[in-house]
């Protein structure tokens, strides 16, 4: 075993794993106690497909001992990326790390480069998540084209048919949106009732504005519940943990930079947007957090933002996390519960309600017990646990497009323990996943009249009754 | 360790072209791997700083493939490793360069579940903790808990004779096994062993194999001996200021005729180590941390618990709890299932050793290895179970220090010296394997070291079952 080679002979410019921090894989042991909790070596038994089997061809490419080939980039792809394996490790590797450097090299090379994929991702990535006014702007258009009675007469008149054959078939399965959006819904500084005992910042995300702007507005609720004072900066763009996730490290950046801008870094000024003043900043995307922690790591080697980034690690939370240890949160009064399905005392009468964690936020961010706590508070209902709930839902990212089959397999195993828990809510603190579980228990005859919700806005509810 | 090369006899030959495609019509296209990229992730097991890469991987998809993908490979003069999920500690499962890695993991039917005999049947890719998982739906149990159970494959267990953290009272893997379905080197298939307790027909051959690594045949089939479940546990941790207080409050418990069934031990660097990781509270400034588990009928075990707790207190224990609900009994558990994890993390590479001695040695031990590491300027951090001996005395370095990996060597060459001067063994539960080998010899310095190549020779002629490991 030895320390990485620079580069084979004859190639001139060091891949990105050849060039990174080596010690990463090297704090694998390889005792494969990640094996067990990882979707795809589930499904087919090849160590390649398993975290420390990747982590053994990340090592072969720095070393030189396997050229970064196609085969490597589609390894990489096949990844949910759920980092179950995180919480497995014994040795604590960033196994997130890595797998945004792999990407991020397989992409440089351009090795599952297609006409178009490129397409495809520039739109994507680069054009829409990168400009929050475009975003909007298509999402106030896909609006329209999803209200019903447009979206009927479009098929009708064969206007559908004008797209591409890769947006028609997605076009059933885009989120719903729903405006207004956050900006609208949400005051650029709101107070609570009583004495504010902090303040903190809200992060309203891309996806989550368009479509689940009204989780955003919960959030604030349940913040002011707590006590907190609440800064919502306008116009707000992705954070890049898209870009990240899918191994576009240079957007990942620019966007990061752009998030930590939105705020006064001049510790002086007292203003609403002053960073300083801040005692948190609030992601309630498991998703996003998972990626927002960890600015430092990402901007470290930016002179300019490495100190604001390492300090706005420390400052960010997720909202369950920071709710559930502010502690000021607490339930309406049982007798007030007017909640509409069953307000009968007998908690066997009372709508079943389960959590089914987001990857990000459980493996991720660490984020396990605090909103399982929440929801058994309320009172409303009565809280069924769910089996297998820190196992991926396939959502996982842009999974469903990138790896359908896989995907499909994860959600099968999802909807198997669903039917098993019988609930009549499910709440999930991440929008792909609130969107994959919405679809799919719409397609599904046991579960068709099951409620798909964010803690928060359950929370948000039991505050307002 | 990277002192041992695993490089096999220039007689050995690669896997050529023709050996592949009959493997592949053996057990599939599919089950074959010979491509880099596919072979790459199995040219290691759980051992540190070791690398082979095979020329094929194949996975046997029944029973009955196995014997023919034996004989094929023996026939072609090609070396064979068996491995299930390579977790192995002791690079018994590292595959030979250019040979065949037979993977087991798919062989995992759980065979039949026979209540009257208490056993249970498995093939050999079976998961540990499933075997248990199976029994305890029937109110038995499967008693034998190596670390890697949710992932190790009750092959693999047999191959290596784990052990785990309930040794003292229940014995390890050997004493689970009635019997067994070997492959040998020819092809043969054969059975070993017998379901009845008592069975004295011949010599006890299925006791060879447990614990061969792989070197004298392939077991495809496995039956397991059951217990009843215990209807009751109850878990405490005691603190210390000497080592020799909590070796000697263990000696005593044993004396005053109680067998816990987990005695478990933390070092002080140890215990710091967890304390830094998990925030449990635990008192860094003690010597010594013990996690003690009584099992079984819940008026014994009340009353195994509180004598436990009074040999405890007589030997000046400066801190002990007892868990009251099964909440509070994972808690004190976590102090010791994190004890790994914590020290792991420190550095990047772990090296993971496994000596063994006697219990009355146990305390003048964990002494030994705290001064070695003090000597050699290295942190070792030593935790394991108390009531067998043995300890895990854990490297924290890194493989890219020449210097610090050379002190590793000595310090390892001086603990095993150690050991044997004090009457105990160079491996315990991970298995000689190559990371033991040099060691071998030292331990079985009679004529017995000559008889396991007997043995060897005459059932693996040719050299080709996992070559190289244990001995040369």
């Known amino acids: 075993m030895s320390s990485p080679q620079p580069a084979t002979p004859g190639d001139p410019t060091p891949n990105l794993l050849q060039t990174m921090d080596y010690s990463i894989v090297q704090q694998c042991m390889h005792c494969g106690l990640c094996l067990p909790t990882c979707p795809t070596y589930n499904e087919t038994g090849r160590e390649r497909n398993s975290p420390r089997g990747r982590i053994a061809l990340m090592r072969a490419v720095a070393d030189g001992d396997l050229p970064l080939s196609r085969g490597f980039a589609e390894e990489m792809d096949y990844c949910v990326g759920c980092l179950a394996c995180q919480t497995a490790c014994p040795a604590g590797v960033e196994y997130a790390q890595l797998l945004e450097t792999s990407r991020a090299a397989g992409e440089q090379a351009g090795l599952l480069a297609s006409p178009s994929r490129s397409v495809y991702r520039w739109l994507g990535l680069r054009l829409l998540m990168t400009r929050p006014w475009l975003l909007r702007l298509v999402a106030r258009l896909v609006a329209i084209q999803q209200q019903p009675a447009i979206r009927k007469t479009l098929y009708r008149i064969g206007a559908m048919w004008l797209a591409p054959k890769t947006l028609r078939d997605l076009e059933p399965l885009a989120p719903l949106i729903d405006p207004p959006f956050s900006d609208a819904r949400i005051k650029p500084f709101e107070s609570p009732r009583s004495k504010p005992v902090a303040r903190v910042a809200l992060l309203t995300g891309c996806v989550q504005d368009i479509a689940y702007a009204r989780v955003n507005r919960a959030t604030v609720d349940v913040l002011l519940a707590s006590g907190c004072e609440v800064v919502t900066p306008r116009m707000q763009s992705c954070c890049g943990s898209l870009h990240a996730h899918n191994g576009d490290l240079d957007t990942a950046r620019e966007m990061a930079r752009r998030t930590i801008d939105q705020f006064d870094w001049q510790s002086e000024q007292a203003g609403p947007l002053s960073f300083a003043q801040l005692d948190a900043v609030i992601s309630n995307a498991g998703g996003c957090g998972s990626h927002l922690r960890h600015y430092g790591e990402l901007l470290k080697g930016d002179p300019a933002y490495a100190e604001r980034a390492a300090e706005w690690d420390k400052k960010l939370r997720d909202a369950q996390e920071y709710v559930y240890e502010a502690g000021g949160w607490q339930p309406a009064a049982c007798l007030a519960s007017s909640a509409p399905p069953s307000p009968a005392a007998s908690p066997a009468a009372k709508p079943r309600l389960t959590y089914d964690a987001s990857c990000h936020l459980c493996h991720g961010q660490k984020v396990v017990n605090q909103p399982v706590e929440l929801l058994k508070r309320l009172p409303g209902y009565q809280f069924v646990p769910l089996g297998e709930s820190d196992w991926c839902c396939g959502a996982a990212g842009v999974y469903t497009m990138t790896q359908p089959e896989q995907a499909q397999k994860l959600l099968d195993r999802k909807l198997a323990n669903l039917r098993i828990a019988k609930p009549d809510v499910i709440a999930t603190a991440n929008p792909g996943c609130m969107h994959q579980l919405r679809l799919a228990c719409r397609e599904d005859a046991e579960l068709a009249g099951v409620r798909v919700v964010h803690p928060m806005e359950l929370l948000a509810e039991a505050v307002s009754n | 360790m990277n002192q041992a090369s695993p490089s096999p006899a220039p007689t050995h030959r690669r896997a050529d072209h023709v050996l592949i495609e009959r493997l592949r019509a053996i057990v599939g296209g599919d089950n074959v791997l010979t491509e880099p990229i596919d072979l790459a992730p199995y040219a290691f097991d759980g051992t540190a700083a070791l690398k082979q890469t095979p020329a094929c991987v194949i996975f046997p998809q029944q029973r009955e493939q196995v014997a023919p993908c034996v004989a094929a490979i023996t026939q072609a003069g090609v070396p064979l490793v068996t491995r299930g999920s390579g977790t192995g500690l002791s690079g018994g499962s590292l595959p030979i360069d250019g040979g065949v890695a037979l993977v087991m993991t798919a062989l995992d039917q759980i065979l039949a579940v026979d209540t009257a005999n208490l056993t249970i049947r498995v093939e050999p890719g079976v998961i540990t903790q499933r075997v248990d998982q199976e029994a305890a739906k029937h109110g038995l149990f499967y008693p034998p808990d190596p670390g890697s159970q949710k992932i190790s494959t009750i092959g693999g267990n047999v191959a290596e004779n784990s052990g785990g953290l309930r040794g003292l009272k229940y014995g390890v893997t050997r004493d689970y096994v009635m019997g067994l379905r070997v492959v040998l080197a020819d092809g043969q298939e054969v059975w070993l062993g017998n379901q009845c307790v008592k069975d004295v027909a011949g010599y006890n051959l299925k006791d060879l194999f447990i614990g061969s690594e792989g070197t004298l045949g392939v077991v495809t089939e496995v039956l397991l001996k059951l217990l009843p479940r215990p209807a009751a546990r109850r878990t405490m941790i005691a603190t210390f200021a000497q080592i020799e207080s909590a070796a000697q ?197 009679d004529a017995s070291y000559e008889l396991l190549r007997t043995v060897k020779r005459s059932l693996d002629p040719q050299g080709l079952l996992n070559p190289g490991k244990i001995f040369d």
């Open chain 2, 249 to 445: 409050a263990v000696s005593d418990i044993i004396a005053r005729k109680i067998v816990p069934c987990t005695v478990e031990f933390l070092d002080q660097m140890t215990i710091r180590c967890v304390e830094d990781y998990a925030s449990l509270g635990l008192p860094t400034d003690a010597a010594a941390l013990l996690l003690l588990e009584s099992d079984g009928h819940p008026a014994v075990v009340e009353e195994e618990s509180a004598a436990m707790r009074q040999a405890l207190s007589d030997n000046g224990a400066t801190g002990i709890e007892t868990a009251e609900t099964e909440e509070e009994a994972d808690r004190l558990r976590t102090a010791r299932r994190a004890a790994f994890s914590a020290l792991a993390r420190v550095s990047p590479t772990t090296i993971l050793e496994d000596v063994t001695v006697p219990r009355s040695e146990l305390a003048g031990m964990v002494r030994f290895c705290a001064d070695c590491a003090q000597k050699h300027r290295l942190r070792i951090g030593t935790f394991g179970h108390m009531g067998d001996g043995n300890l895990h005395p854990t490297f924290l370095t890194d493989e890219r220090d020449a210097d610090e990996m050379h002190r590793v060597e000595l310090a390892l060459a001086e603990i095993v010296t150690e050991t044997l001067r004090r009457g105990g063994t160079i491996t315990g539960e991970h298995g000689v394997g190559l990371a033991k080998k040099p060691f071998l010899r030292q331990q079985l310095g």
